[in-house]
T-cell receptor, first 116, second 115 residues
């Protein structure tokens, strides 16, 4: 069964600095990969997704992620963060295979704390 | 376009009491999911519906949890009786396709505290 590991539980960073949130998943077989953001006391919002094709995907709010099949990673990056980016970030994986049900397997989350 | 609606936003109950959560998915979305998010963890799928049929309920504690999606639109999730470990945020999500490609749209969640 697939699993997702987010390597950092908390990432403190100063405003306008770059940030990388790390995500690894358990299997090298074909998967769909997602990053969701959860602002405080709110639901999850899709930031970006990788289905196939170009390994660099761009999302909303200036975020991007790079799919690395050999390292089974899907790290999220932003070149310059804002205070408003403070939130919980979740990496998730879904199986696009024949038994595809759309079920998402989530990592445990990374808290991004942007300091002024 | 209206998003996924959930109610209530917050609920506090005593252990052994019962509670119900309601979800209205995005119009036209055939697939509906209920996820449980315990503090400090990622969401975990409890149950998935395709229209009004159950696709996956393998992680649903069926001795105390139940869910239904009558008429393939709104859904309710019930816990009876509640335990302390059921304290969590219950997220409802919906998607357009029977599949993973588009991702899912989430509601704001219901935060349940069992005391």
């Amino acid at each position: 069964a697939q699993s997702v590991t987010q390597l950092d539980s908390q990432v403190p960073v100063f405003e306008e600095a770059p940030v990388e949130l790390r995500c690894n998943y358990s299997s090298s077989v074909s998967v769909y990969l997602f990053w969701y953001v959860q602002p405080p006391n709110q639901g999850l919002q899709l930031l970006l997704k990788y289905l196939s094709g170009s390994t660099l995907v761009k999302g909303i709010n200036g975020f991007e992620a790079e799919f690395n099949k050999s390292q089974i990673s899907f790290h999220l990056r932003k070149p310059s963060v804002h205070i408003s980016d403070t939130a919980e970030y979740f990496c998730a994986v879904s199986d696009p295979g024949s038994s595809n049900t759309g079920k998402l397997i989530f990592g445990q989350g990374t808290t991004l704390q942007v300091k002024p | 376009e209206a998003g996924v609606a959930q109610s209530p936003r917050y609920k506090i109950i005593e252990k052994r009491q019962s509670v119900a959560f309601w979800c209205n998915p995005i119009s036209g979305h055939a697939t509906l999911y209920w996820y449980q998010q315990i503090l400090g963890q990622g969401p975990k799928l409890l149950i998935q519906f395709q229209n009004n049929g159950v696709v996956d309920d393998s992680q649903l504690p069926k001795d105390r949890f139940s869910a239904e999606r009558l008429k393939g639109v709104d859904s309710t999730l019930k816990i009876q009786p509640a335990k302390l470990e059921d304290s969590a945020v219950y997220l409802c999500a919906s998607s357009t396709t029977f599949g993973a490609a588009k991702g899912a749209f989430f509601g704001q969640g219901t935060r349940l505290t069992v005391v």
